[in-house]
T-cell receptor, first 111, second 115 residues
Framework: AQSVTQLGSHVSVSEGALVLLRCNYS??????LFWYVQYPNQGLQLLLK??????LVKGINGFEAEFKKSETSFHLTKPSAHMSDAAEYFC?????????FGAGTRLTVKP | EAGVTQFPSHSVIEKGQTVTLRCDPI?????LYWYRRVMGKEIKFLLH????????ESGMPNNRFLAERTGGTYSTLKVQPAELEDSGVYFC?????????????FGEGSRLTVL
């Protein structure tokens, strides 16, 4: 069965610094991969998704992620953090119907 | 277009009581999912409906949980009797059958606190 592991439950960066949130997946075949974000008191919002087209995926709010099959990774990055990026981020994987999530990474942005 | 809506947004009940959570998916979405997140843990799959049929209920914790989707529209998740460990946020999500990318559209969640 497919699964994802997010490295680091908490990540803290300074405003303007690089954001890197790590996600590794486990799947017997190339899966679909997603990053969702949850802002305080809101639902899960899709940031970006990989569906076997381009390996570098661009999402909303300046985020992007690169699918690396050799490393079974799908890390999320943003060149310059903004205060509004403070939220919890979830990596997720699906092969067909059921989506499986990582434990989440809470991003703190310091002024 | 309205998104996935969930009700109530927050429910506080005592151990042994019953709670029913409701989810209205995006209109036209045949797939409906329930997930749960216990504090600080991962978001865990509970079950998946295709229209009114349960496609996969392997994630349901025990028989105190009952999910229904009569008529293939909205869904309810009933917990009876509630236990302390049932506290968490219950998310509902939906997707269109023709979308084979697997993307799910989530509601804002129903936070359940069992005292």
């Amino acid at each position: 069965a497919q699964s994802v592991t997010q490295l680091g439950s908490h990540v803290s960066v300074s405003e303007g610094a690089l954001v890197l949130l790590r996600c590794n997946y486990s799947s017997s075949v190339p899966p679909y991969l997603f990053w969702y974000v949850q802002y305080p008191n809101q639902g899960l919002q899709l940031l970006l998704k990989y569906t076997s087209a381009a390996t570098l995926v661009k999402g909303i709010n300046g985020f992007e992620a690169e699918f690396k099959k050799s490393e079974t990774s799908f890390h999320l990055t943003k060149p310059s953090a903004h205060m509004s990026d403070a939220a919890e981020y979830f990596c997720a994987v699906t092969l067909s119907a059921d989506m499986r999530f990582g434990a989440g990474t809470r991003l703190t942005v310091k002024p | 277009e309205a998104g996935v809506t969930q009700f109530p947004s927050h429910s506080v009940i005592e151990k042994g009581q019953t709670v029913t959570l409701r989810c209205d998916p995006i209109s036209g979405h045949d797939n409906l999912y329930w997930y749960r997140r216990v504090m600080g843990k991962e978001i865990k799959f509970l079950l998946h409906f295709v229209k009114e049929s349960k496609q996969d209920e392997s994630g349901m914790p025990n028989n105190r949980f009952l999910a229904e989707r009569t008529g293939g529209t909205y869904s309810t998740l009933k917990v009876q009797p509630a236990e302390l460990e049932d506290s968490g946020v219950y998310f509902c999500a939906s997707s269109h059958w023709a979308d084979n990318t697997g993307e799910l559209f989530f509601g804002e969640g129903s936070r359940l606190t069992v005292l």
